[in-house]
C-alpha cells in the first residue's frame, strides 16, 4: 500500500512541476483575467513586407487547409498552392463563401477557355473556397456504397447456410 501511495504523490509532483511553478493555482492571489478578441487577424504581414490574408480551402483538390496567401492571390492562384485540383474537381462549379454571406460561383473551366482574367475574383480576407465534386464522383461513391453493402449481405447469406 505504501509504495502505491509514494507512486501517487510522485506522479502529482511531477505533475505540477511540468506545468511550471508559475502556473499552480494559488489561492491566496486573486486571479486575473486575460480577454482576448473573438475575430482572427484579418491581415498578416509576411517576409518582405507582404500583406497576406487566411483563407480556408475545401474539397477536390490535392491539399486542402487554411492558406495564408498574398493579398493580390486570385482563386486560380490559391488552387496551384494546394497543388491543382483532383481528377474528380468540377471547376465549373467552384463556390467563395466571403465573411459578409455573400457566395460567388467561379467557373475556372470558362476561365481556362477564354483566358478572361475578370473572371477570377481576387481573394478576401476570412474568404472559404469550396472546390465541389462531379457527379461521376458521386455516382463512384455511391456504387462502392452499394457494393459493400452487397458483400455484407452475402457474407451474412452464406453464414446462415453453414451448418455445424
Do not use: C
Request: net charge positive; aromatic share 10%.
Amino acid at each position: 500500500m505504501n509504495k502505491k501511495l509514494l507512486f501517487f504523490f510522485f506522479m502529482l509532483s511531477a505533475g505540477l512541476f511540468a506545468q511550471g511553478l508559475d502556473q499552480i493555482p494559488t489561492f491566496n492571489q486573486p486571479q486575473t483575467t486575460t480577454t482576448f478578441s473573438d475575430r482572427p487577424a484579418q491581415y498578416i504581414l509576411g517576409t518582405d513586407d507582404i500583406l497576406l490574408v487566411n483563407v480556408n480551402l475545401w474539397g477536390h483538390v490535392q491539399r486542402p487547409g487554411i492558406y495564408s496567401v498574398p493579398s493580390s492571390y486570385t482563386l486560380i492562384d490559391l488552387i496551384s498552392s494546394a497543388g491543382g485540383p483532383l481528377k474528380t474537381a468540377r471547376l465549373s462549379d467552384v463556390r467563395i463563401v466571403r465573411k459578409n454571406q455573400e457566395v460567388i460561383q467561379v467557373d475556372i473551366e470558362k476561365y481556362l477557355k477564354t483566358g478572361d482574367i475578370s473572371l477570377i475574383p481576387l481573394l478576401q480576407p476570412g474568404d472559404t473556397i469550396i472546390v465541389s465534386g462531379s457527379i461521376q464522383d458521386v455516382f463512384t461513391r455511391m456504387v462502392a456504397i452499394f457494393r459493400d453493402l452487397a458483400i455484407i449481405a452475402n457474407v451474412f447469406v452464406l453464414a446462415t447456410r453453414v451448418k455445424y
